[in-house]
């Protein structure tokens, strides 16, 4: 059988889908007030969202179809690019300064973010360099260094946009690449701590990232101010019950709950499916995620796995910070929530990577039934 006549992991792609569709469907509702009030068209946001949709779709199908292997070749080559972005939008004049962070590049009345193609790109060469290894990892400065060295220069970079929120995703990403093969424990468990060490030097030399930390602790000490907008996402949640408002019946995204249909979609599924919705959308993603460690364990070569398991770390880091934030289990950090919020590059990304998963299941050589 041939790799076009091979099935792709058709439960992957179908909670893909629809979380795909349920993401346009809550970005409309939560959008809808503040599309009206910023732009007179309360599908404003919607609309932009279903052409990032398309476009992701093709993308994903494109994927889906370029046997995984090919792109081995490319891997230095997106990895070059994606540091050369990230050195582009910190130019004065060429990078977009969005909430305080310079972290897009705009091309009209679109931006990109090259912050979200370094991720791939990076999961695609540390896949390309790691299944190449061996027992090179099990060596620090041989095997373990370089491509920590290489996720830190990315992170370095990001964050003087700054961007906290993906950088954390970027770590965390190499360190299941890291993990996956087969790197020494105790490594791993110096660099956990190092981690710790550096995320709290980061806090103490930026009074905004203190501020944070302090709205985490204590919403309510200052509610109007740094508290302000997890308070409103946890009254939202709240209010929504167990099956909630009902959909388009939001009260917070009356310009309650600012820029809901981002960082903070979660809180608006919440408040109108209720606990049941949140929750089954936690299921959903929790599926995406046990389907690329399938198609991981699964894969027919050891970059087919890294590349897997870079993809669904990526996946379930992300969505486990979004949530965390939401919910106030962790403090804001400010990502988005995958294949839901609002927003073309990491939408496009999102879908792309998922292509990348199908191709990889198309070829995985899972144990009968």
Request: aromatic share 10%; proline share 4%; charged share 10%.
């Amino acid at each position: 059988m041939t790799l076009s006549q091979r099935r792709p992991d058709f439960v992957l792609l179908a909670v893909t889908l629809f979380l795909l569709v349920l993401g346009v469907v809550m970005v409309h509702s939560a959008s809808s007030a503040l599309s009206l009030k910023t732009f007179g068209d309360a599908y404003y946001f919607a609309k932009r969202q279903v052409l990032w949709a398309c476009l992701g779709l093709v993308l994903m199908y494109l994927a889906s179809r370029y046997d995984y292997h090919r792109l081995r070749r490319f891997a230095p080559g997106f990895l070059v690019v994606s540091f050369a972005l990230l050195v582009l939008v910190l130019i004065p004049g060429v990078g977009r300064n969005v909430n305080g962070s310079q972290a897009w590049i705009g091309i009209g009345s679109f931006g990109v973010q090259p912050s979200e193609f370094m991720k791939l790109a990076l999961i695609l060469f540390l896949a390309h360099y790691l299944a190449d290894s061996g027992d090179r990892m099990r060596s620090f400065t041989r095997g373990f260094l370089p491509p920590l060295l290489l996720a830190l220069t990315a992170v370095g970079l990001i964050m003087l946009e700054p961007d906290l929120g993906q950088s954390v995703v970027i770590m965390g990403v190499a360190v299941v690449l890291l993990f996956t093969a087969g790197a020494n424990l105790q490594h791993l468990l110096l660099l956990f701590g190092a981690g710790v060490a550096g995320f709290a030097a980061m806090v103490a030399m930026a009074p905004y990232r203190m501020a944070r930390i302090t709205a985490f602790l204590n919403p309510w000490a200052d509610p109007l101010g740094k508290g302000y907008q997890i308070i409103q996402s946890l009254y939202a949640l709240g209010s929504g019950g167990l099956l909630g408002l009902g959909l388009g019946q939001s009260r917070q995204k009356y310009l309650y709950l600012p820029e809901p249909q981002t960082d903070f979609v979660y809180s608006i599924i919440g408040e109108e499916l209720g606990f049941l919705g949140a929750a089954a959308v936690l299921v959903l993603l929790a599926v995406i995620v046990w389907r690329g460690l399938r198609t991981a364990l699964y894969a027919p070569d050891e970059f087919g796995s890294l590349l897997a398991a870079g993809i669904t770390g990526m996946i379930g880091i992300q969505a486990l910070i979004n949530i965390g934030v939401v919910t106030g289990s962790i403090p804001a950090t400010g990502v988005t929530l995958p294949f839901i919020s609002y927003g073309g590059s990491s939408l496009t990304l999102m879908l792309t990577s998922v292509g990348v998963l199908l191709n990889i299941s198309r070829q995985a050589v899972f144990p009968a039934r």
